[in-house]
């Protein structure tokens, strides 16, 4: 079976080589904004947590090594919506010899939902892991009054939360974004 025999008509349709080159652009802008922020963050995170003193407490630090682990998913996600650039390039030319097969564009998409997955639930855990330490934090103090040092909130709290929100949504962004194509390929 050669090349173009491998080739189903709904990628050879300019429509979904459009939408395919539209929505592999718009996903790798959003994650690349969203892990820019993430990754913003977290560096304040961690600078915050170096320059002042170190009270007890473990349950940040397991948030920031899931909050790192999240962001390198989400960096080889940007690269692999990069490489769906690539592919629509490759099928927005009109060389066949070049032309990607429906299985490589299957299996390319089904990579980079994979990964988004699993960022996702990273992510997610880590999440909750730093809310409900913020929240045990706010929970432990008098209202109105902070007398111990380690149920005080910083910044770093909200920092470590805020980078695993928005990780949450550029793995969500990229996930949406295989899914669709996925299922448009598969038609």
Do not use: C
């Not at 299985?103 to 960022?119: F, M």
């Amino acid at each position: 079976m050669n090349q173009s025999e491998s080739v189903s008509p709904p990628l050879l349709q300019t429509k979904f080589v459009e939408n395919f080159r539209w929505f592999s652009r718009f996903s790798f802008w959003v994650q690349l904004l969203f892990g820019a922020v993430s990754g913003i963050t977290l560096i304040l995170a961690m600078l915050s947590r170096n320059l002042s003193e170190q009270p007890n407490n473990p349950g940040i630090g397991f948030g920031i090594v899931l909050a790192i682990v999240g962001l390198v998913l989400l960096a080889f996600r940007i690269f692999w919506d990069f490489r769906y650039r690539l592919l629509g390039r490759r099928l927005q030319g009109g060389d066949i010899q070049f032309y990607p097969s429906k299985e490589d564009i299957t299996q390319a998409l089904r990579i980079g939902l994979n990964s988004s997955l699993v960022g996702l639930l990273i992510a997610f855990i880590a999440s909750e892991e730093t809310v409900g330490l913020v929240l045990a934090k706010t929970l432990a103090q008098p209202q109105a009054l902070a007398t111990n040092t380690e149920n005080v909130i910083r910044s770093l709290d909200i920092f470590v939360t805020m980078a695993n929100v928005n990780m949450i949504g550029a793995h969500f962004f990229g996930a949406v974004t295989s899914l669709g194509l996925l299922n448009w390929v598969d038609e």
